[in-house]
């Protein structure tokens, strides 16, 4: 299944964020903040990612439902998006 800017949707707009909030974890290493400071923000970027990661397994999901909807072989089955869902968790 190929994924775009489309299909991505709130999970590109998390990542964005979180992309920018991994900017500000090594800036603050950079200006020698505090340990906890810092760990309370990459731990937000580490849910931040989890997140887009789930979302990205949702949209397969949908993705695949509407294809048998449709009456259409899934361009995954529903083993492979186990898979990958297991494997952020």
Same mark, same amino acid.
């Given at each position: 299944?190929?994924?775009?800017?489309?299909?991505?949707?709130?999970? $590109?707009?998390? $990542?964005?964020?979180?992309?920018?909030?991994?900017?500000?974890?090594?800036?603050?290493? *950079?200006?020698?903040?505090? =340990?906890?400071?810092?760990?309370?923000?990459?731990?937000?970027?580490?849910?931040? =990612?989890?997140?887009?990661?789930?979302?990205?397994? #949702?949209?397969? =999901?949908?993705?695949?439902?509407? #294809?048998?909807?449709?009456? *259409?072989?899934?361009?995954?089955?529903?083993?492979? =998006?186990?898979?990958?869902?297991?494997?952020? #968790?």
């Amino acid at each position: 299944m190929e994924l775009n800017a489309a299909t991505a949707g709130d999970a $590109l707009i998390r $990542l964005r964020r979180a992309h920018g909030q991994l900017a500000g974890v090594i800036a603050m290493i *950079e200006a020698g903040e505090d =340990l906890t400071k810092v760990l309370t923000q990459l731990a937000a970027v580490s849910k931040a =990612l989890d997140r887009a990661g789930f979302k990205i397994v #949702a949209t397969g =999901l949908r993705h695949c439902q509407a #294809a048998r909807d449709r009456g *259409e072989e899934p361009p995954m089955s529903a083993e492979e =998006l186990e898979k990958l869902f297991l494997a952020l #968790a």
